[in-house]
């Protein structure tokens, strides 16, 4: 007996000592990142003075939180894919840091109203030495659309804006010839849309537009074998090991290979956020976090603490909102909507909660959106209703009157299962329990169930968000159209639907803009279909050393024209 | 004993057919598809879609297409990864497990059986209390903890090993640490008892008195004898671990079945979930199937026809 209470103490004697030396790691490697970080404020000197040195090994070291479904641009859907698919190819045009389209595979083009004429440039190759022709362009494109793909490009509507797309894709019409895009010849391609499309060359650069290798033609599992694909992009898909990991190396066929400066891109496939920065800190991976993977809210005090110089935030044009079911009890009342909205303080959760320095939203459009001549956002401010707990009260009191309730009904919020929503749910919850006095229970569902409820009008209120599909106000005011499939509130409102309707024809910017506008007012303002919560930031770490990334409005990351610095 | 593995098949294939529609239903009923996605593509694709992967079918329609294609060894292609085969899936995930998995086998069992024998050894002496403090730690502690414990000293800290991957033998380390904590724990416990109570036999004794060297006792009456419960332990263990931990795979980003199944059910992968559903059924059917055997074979007293509650 006296022996087990000896060892016991042993035992803890080994465990208090094994975290006094874990303890003293700790300091030594904050130290350490101490010195990395004098090192880099140096090699920023350096870069100042003069140019920094490349370090001799130009291996970038990512990791995707999930594996893209699919390397075939045709087929693509996701985040992940854009991020690997933008390596691997080029566009018509490519997007820079500002959100402007510039020139790619097309060296210049021609604007005629509806009518745009590609300049192909005449030294693009395919990674097998190929040239890359207005051919690729109009086969890939044929592919997209056509009605007899398998499986059906889902991304296919993403090519509506040319000429008669619509009508193929759908079978109305049989014969390819009559879509709005023609090869002139091997260098020219001409394309005809259906009506005015401000954002149109930007499109150009996202992947359904993708040119593709005609060799694809027989060949349904060209792109899941890395020894298969031929690209026309900056680098080549080297390796795949299903699950594990991706690796692209230079494409030495590359017209313009020599602003590429990084040799190979290794990417893991882990899906931890914790494991990905544990990683990050063990220097194994060059940049975490957004928008490939994601550092926990928890993580971040921490980070701001530790690695200071190495934590960036990007304001992203997506917004997190609640949508209430405009069809359900109670909520089938605007001034219930009002109150519930005015309600909760939005910077108490961006500063207490979610911690990515978030912006606080009142509007539905996020910034980053291009407006006329600025950001719509800063055009328009997005003042249509103040966090008012009085008034609130006052609102909802009216409310219920307005619909005969003495009690409201009960009120269940839903969301898809995460740590990050939950939080924020309860936070929400438990300030409409302090401000109007409501109880809302919350209720968490799994990913796919819960978009199955939410599309069915099966809750009465559900986090939401939305993200843009390309840079114009158009891409978040269309979704809460009466016909939309992506309405899922309920929400059907002549008068917005003309407006939008409108704005798709007009061709004066600031007309259609003064449509987004007003509509924005007849969605939030009058209605308050949504209730904005916050505005997306992009939370990553990078080290000091990487440079040249480009991380554009969406958050969409191009790692093309990076590069290591000496360190 | 051919009668009794003609039975034992037969139970096995009914089995499999059980196992098959009871998940093929109850996959179904689950709401959502693998078409659900946030942004809602526009209804004619979504139609040529369903329509294309067969989904636009009545349930039993697709049950029966699904068998007969399953009976003819064709497994389909995943509705999520683009023209990916299944068996191509679930080839390259299991890969990774199974080499993880019996790198683990082979680590739990010899750390398992050297501790056991040491604490049976050294009975009621210090090496024996420190071994069976660790088993019970091994035992309690769950393997998430562990492993992120382990990813915390000796990859956060520590710096020397790496935290994720799969891509040599470094990266090996610390996932099966994790992944053996709790056999070796278990194992060390089973072969302790039983050494014990071999080393109170009484044909030890008489070998002792016939003046036989202690090693040649230990090796040739001892061990051997002491084992046979481990031999039991194995068999499930070695189905259990090389169908993959999802949550060790999780943490330390190895890209096995363990992961991908619980990816093809969160995406609603029909194929991808049938098959790797179908294909740990059979594993785990023949995992017991030679364990049985196996005990026939090492042990004559277990009789054929008691095998049968298995």
Same mark, same amino acid.
């Given at each position: 007996?006296?022996?087990?209470?000896?060892?016991?103490?042993?035992?803890? =004697?080994?465990?208090?000592?094994?975290?006094? =030396?874990?303890?003293?790691?700790?300091?030594?490697?904050?130290?350490?990142?101490?010195?990395?970080?004098?090192?880099?404020?140096?090699?920023?000197? #350096? #870069?100042?003075?003069?140019?920094?040195? =490349?370090?001799?090994?130009?291996?970038?070291?990512?990791?995707?939180?999930?594996?893209? &479904?699919?390397?075939?641009? #045709?087929?693509?859907?996701?985040?992940?894919?854009?991020?690997?698919?933008?390596?691997?190819?080029? +566009?018509?045009?490519?997007?820079?840091?500002?959100?402007?389209?510039?020139?790619?595979?097309?060296?210049?083009?021609?604007?005629?109203?509806?009518?745009?004429?590609?300049?192909?440039?005449?030294?693009?190759?395919?990674?097998?030495?190929? &040239?890359?022709?207005?051919?690729?362009?109009?086969?890939?494109?044929?592919?997209?659309?056509?009605?007899?793909?398998? &499986?059906?490009?889902?991304?296919?509507?993403?090519?509506?804006?040319?000429?008669?797309?619509?009508?193929?894709?759908?079978?109305?019409?049989?014969?390819?010839?009559?879509?709005?895009?023609?090869?002139?010849?091997?260098?020219?391609?001409?394309?005809?849309?259906?009506?005015?499309?401000?954002?149109?060359?930007?499109?150009?650069?996202?992947?359904?537009?993708?040119?593709?290798?005609?060799?694809?033609?027989?060949?349904?599992?060209?792109?899941?074998?890395?020894?298969?694909?031929?690209?026309?992009?900056?680098?080549?898909?080297?390796?795949?090991?299903?699950?594990?990991?991706?690796?692209?190396?230079?494409?030495?066929?590359?017209?313009?290979?020599?602003?590429?400066?990084?040799?190979?891109?290794?990417?893991?496939?882990?899906?931890? %956020?914790?494991?990905?920065?544990?990683?990050?800190?063990?220097?194994?991976?060059?940049?975490?976090?957004?928008?490939?993977?994601?550092?926990?809210?928890?993580?971040?005090?921490?980070?701001?603490?530790?690695?200071?110089?190495?934590?960036?935030?990007? +304001?992203?044009?997506?917004?997190?909102?609640?949508?209430?079911?405009?069809?359900?009890? &109670?909520?089938?009342?605007?001034?219930?909507?009002?109150?519930?909205?005015?309600?909760?303080?939005?910077?108490?959760?961006?500063?207490?909660?979610?911690?990515?320095?978030?912006?606080?939203?009142?509007?539905?459009?996020?910034? +980053?959106?291009?407006?006329?001549?600025?950001?719509?956002?800063?055009?328009?401010?997005?003042?249509?209703?103040?966090?008012?707990?009085?008034?609130?009260?006052?609102?909802?009191?009216?409310?219920?009157?307005?619909?005969?309730?003495?009690?409201?009904?009960?009120?269940?919020?839903?969301?898809?299962?995460?740590?990050?929503?939950?939080?924020?749910?309860?936070?929400?919850?438990?300030?409409?329990?302090?401000?109007? %006095?409501?109880?809302?229970?919350?209720?968490?569902?799994?990913?796919?169930?819960?978009?199955? !409820?939410?599309?069915?009008?099966?809750?009465?209120?559900?986090?939401?968000?939305?993200?843009?599909?390309?840079?114009?106000?158009?891409?978040?005011?269309?979704?809460?159209?009466?016909?939309?499939?992506?309405?899922?509130?309920?929400?059907?409102?002549?008068?917005?639907?003309?407006?939008?309707?409108?704005?798709?024809?007009?061709?004066?910017?600031?007309?259609?803009?003064?449509?987004?506008?007003?509509?924005?007012?007849?969605?939030?303002?009058? !209605?308050?279909?949504?209730?904005?919560?916050?505005?997306?930031?992009?939370?990553?770490?990078?080290?000091?050393?990487?440079?040249?990334?480009?991380?554009?409005?969406?958050?969409?990351?191009?790692?093309?024209?990076?590069?290591?610095?000496?360190? | 004993?051919?009668?009794?593995?003609?039975?034992?098949?037969?139970?096995?294939?009914?089995?499999?057919?059980?196992?098959?529609?009871?998940?093929?239903?109850?996959?179904?009923?689950?709401?959502?598809?693998?078409?659900?996605?946030?942004?809602?593509?526009?209804?004619?694709?979504?139609?040529?879609?369903?329509?294309?992967?067969?989904?636009?079918?009545?349930?039993?329609?697709?049950?029966?297409?699904?068998?007969?294609?399953?009976?003819?060894?064709?497994?389909?292609?995943?509705?999520?990864?683009?023209?990916?085969?299944?068996?191509?899936?679930?080839?390259?995930?299991?890969?990774?497990?199974?080499?993880?998995?019996?790198?683990?086998?082979?680590?739990?069992?010899?750390?398992? @059986?050297?501790?056991?024998?040491?604490?049976?050894?050294?009975?009621?002496?210090?090496?024996?209390?420190?071994?069976?403090?660790?088993? @019970?730690?091994?035992?309690?502690?769950?393997?998430?903890?562990?492993?992120?414990?382990?990813?915390?000293?000796?990859?956060?800290?520590?710096?020397?090993?790496?935290?994720?991957?799969?891509?040599?033998?470094?990266?090996?380390?610390?996932?099966?640490?994790?992944?053996?904590?709790?056999?070796?724990?278990?194992?060390?416990?089973?072969?302790?008892?039983?050494?014990?109570?071999?080393?109170?036999?009484?044909?030890?004794? $008489?070998?002792?008195?016939?003046?036989?060297?202690?090693?040649?006792?230990?090796?040739?009456?001892?061990?051997?004898?002491?084992?046979?419960?481990?031999?039991?332990?194995?068999?499930?263990?070695?189905?259990?671990?090389? $169908?993959?931990?999802?949550?060790?795979?999780?943490? *330390?980003?190895?890209?096995?079945?363990?992961?991908?199944?619980?990816?093809?059910?969160? $995406?609603?992968?029909?194929?991808?979930?049938?098959?790797?559903?179908? *294909?740990?059924?059979?594993?785990?059917?023949?995992?017991?199937?030679?364990?049985?055997?196996?005990?026939?074979?090492?042990?004559?007293?277990?009789?054929?026809?008691?095998?049968?509650?298995?």
């Amino acid at each position: 007996m006296k022996k087990s209470k000896s060892l016991l103490l042993l035992l803890t =004697l080994v465990l208090a000592v094994g975290t006094l =030396l874990s303890a003293c790691g700790s300091n030594e490697k904050n130290n350490a990142n101490g010195g990395n970080n004098a090192t880099s404020n140096s090699g920023d000197n #350096a #870069a100042n003075s003069g140019e920094a040195k =490349l370090a001799a090994d130009q291996t970038l070291r990512i990791n995707l939180s999930a594996e893209p &479904p699919t390397f075939d641009p #045709a087929q693509a859907q996701d985040s992940q894919a854009n991020t690997v698919l933008k390596l691997m190819y080029e +566009g018509l045009t490519r997007m820079d840091e500002a959100g402007e389209a510039q020139p790619a595979a097309a060296e210049k083009w021609d604007i005629d109203g509806t009518k745009y004429t590609f300049h192909l440039r005449k030294d693009a190759k395919w990674s097998n030495g190929d &040239p890359v022709t207005a051919n690729d362009f109009l086969f890939a494109w044929e592919r997209v659309l056509s009605p007899n793909t398998t &499986p059906a490009p889902p991304y296919a509507y993403q090519l509506y804006y040319l000429k008669n797309a619509q009508e193929y894709n759908e079978g109305k019409i049989t014969d390819f010839s009559q879509v709005g895009v023609k090869a002139v010849d091997d260098y020219t391609l001409e394309v005809e849309l259906t009506g005015p499309t401000p954002y149109f060359l930007g499109l150009t650069s996202f992947y359904t537009f993708f040119p593709v290798h005609q060799s694809v033609k027989n060949d349904d599992k060209w792109a899941v074998e890395a020894s298969k694909m031929i690209v026309n992009g900056a680098f080549t898909l080297t390796e795949w090991t299903k699950g594990q990991t991706i690796d692209v190396t230079k494409n030495e066929n590359y017209w313009d290979k020599d602003s590429i400066k990084l040799s190979k891109i290794t990417m893991s496939l882990v899906n931890s %956020g914790a494991t990905e920065l544990t990683s990050y800190k063990n220097g194994e991976l060059d940049r975490a976090g957004h928008p490939n993977g994601e550092i926990p809210t928890d993580q971040i005090p921490i980070l701001q603490k530790e690695l200071k110089d190495e934590l960036h935030v990007k +304001g992203t044009a997506s917004t997190y909102y609640y949508e209430f079911n405009v069809t359900a009890k &109670p909520f089938d009342n605007a001034k219930i909507r009002k109150a519930f909205a005015m309600s909760i303080d939005r910077q108490a959760i961006v500063d207490k909660v979610t911690l990515g320095g978030q912006i606080p939203a009142f509007g539905f459009i996020p910034p +980053g959106i291009k407006g006329v001549s600025e950001e719509f956002r800063t055009e328009n401010k997005d003042d249509y209703f103040t966090e008012n707990v009085e008034e609130a009260k006052k609102l909802l009191e009216e409310g219920m009157q307005e619909a005969g309730y003495t009690k409201l009904p009960e009120i269940t919020l839903i969301y898809n299962s995460s740590e990050a929503h939950k939080k924020i749910a309860l936070a929400a919850a438990d300030m409409w329990k302090k401000n109007l %006095g409501v109880d809302v229970k919350t209720e968490n569902q799994e990913w796919a169930v819960f978009l199955e !409820n939410r599309r069915s009008l099966n809750y009465q209120i559900a986090r939401a968000a939305w993200s843009a599909d390309y840079n114009d106000p158009m891409t978040f005011i269309d979704m809460w159209t009466s016909n939309s499939g992506n309405n899922d509130s309920g929400f059907k409102n002549e008068e917005y639907d003309k407006l939008v309707n409108e704005a798709k024809s007009l061709e004066d910017n600031a007309k259609r803009n003064e449509n987004f506008k007003k509509a924005e007012e007849i969605l939030i303002k009058e !209605n308050q279909v949504l209730l904005p919560v916050y505005y997306y930031t992009n939370v990553s770490v990078e080290k000091p050393y990487l440079k040249g990334i480009v991380l554009d409005f969406s958050g969409a990351i191009d790692y093309t024209r990076a590069y290591l610095e000496d360190h | 004993m051919v009668r009794y593995i003609a039975n034992k098949l037969l139970f096995m294939l009914i089995s499999l057919f059980i196992l098959i529609s009871a998940t093929f239903f109850l996959m179904k009923a689950i709401p959502g598809s693998p078409l659900t996605s946030e942004k809602q593509v526009p209804p004619a694709i979504q139609e040529r879609l369903e329509e294309q992967l067969g989904l636009d079918k009545p349930v039993y329609q697709q049950y029966f297409k699904y068998l007969g294609d399953v009976v003819q060894g064709d497994f389909g292609i995943s509705m999520k990864k683009i023209n990916q085969d299944v068996s191509n899936i679930i080839g390259q995930t299991f890969s990774a497990s199974l080499k993880l998995g019996l790198v683990a086998i082979v680590v739990a069992v010899i750390v398992g @059986v050297l501790l056991g024998m040491l604490a049976a050894l050294y009975h009621r002496k210090l090496i024996d209390n420190v071994a069976m403090v660790l088993a @019970v730690l091994g035992i309690a502690v769950p393997s998430f903890v562990v492993a992120s414990l382990l990813q915390y000293v000796f990859s956060s800290q520590l710096h020397w090993l790496p935290t994720m991957g799969f891509k040599g033998p470094m990266y090996y380390v610390l996932p099966v640490a994790a992944l053996t904590a709790q056999p070796i724990a278990f194992i060390a416990r089973l072969t302790r008892s039983s050494m014990l109570e071999v080393l109170h036999a009484d044909y030890i004794k $008489t070998a002792k008195a016939k003046g036989l060297s202690w090693l040649a006792i230990l090796w040739r009456h001892v061990i051997r004898n002491g084992i046979m419960p481990v031999i039991t332990y194995v068999g499930p263990m070695t189905a259990n671990i090389v $169908t993959g931990s999802v949550v060790i795979e999780q943490i *330390f980003g190895i890209g096995g079945i363990g992961k991908q199944f619980v990816e093809a059910i969160s $995406t609603r992968d029909y194929p991808v979930i049938m098959g790797i559903t179908i *294909f740990y059924g059979i594993l785990l059917m023949l995992a017991r199937f030679l364990t049985d055997i196996a005990y026939m074979i090492v042990d004559p007293r277990v009789k054929v026809n008691k095998g049968k509650e298995g």
